[in-house]
């Protein structure tokens, strides 16, 4: 089991920026490839960000892209993402997910391990 617990999310007005964390613990956090969504309401969950075990992969959802940065500090098992240039379509529950290394994609499905979501609001 892996448990993960994400912090950070607030209210920011648009252009602003945040940046969330995710804290993992219980298995070895560099097993994982680690990822964000998001899910405003009424809306699917969204895929956000990824980043490989060591972190020498990333990749992005097109919304998010040269907006947003994900990275990992293996030795503080913590996976970030910095949101920079936020909008107000940016406002969602955030979520953090862990899913085993040799898989590579962007389904929610192929994540084992979800935190409980931190709000993101961006609005004047």
């Known amino acids: 089991q892996v448990q993960l617990v994400e912090s950070g999310g607030g209210l920011v007005q648009p252009g602003g920026s945040l940046r969330l964390s995710c804290a993992a613990s219980?298995?070895?956090?560099?097993?994982?490839?680690m990822a964000w969504f998001r899910q405003a309401p009424g809306k699917e969950r969204e895929f956000v960000a990824r980043i490989s075990w060591n972190g020498g992969s990333t990749y992005y959802g097109d919304s998010v892209k040269g907006r947003f940065t994900i990275s990992r500090d293996n030795a503080k098992n913590t996976v970030y993402l910095q949101m920079n240039s936020l909008k107000p379509e940016d406002t969602a529950v955030y979520y953090c997910a862990a899913g085993d290394r040799t898989r590579w994609g962007t389904g929610p499905a192929l994540y084992d391990y979800w935190g409980q979501g931190t709000q993101v609001t961006v609005s004047s």
């Open positions: 219980g298995r070895t956090f560099s097993n994982y490839a």
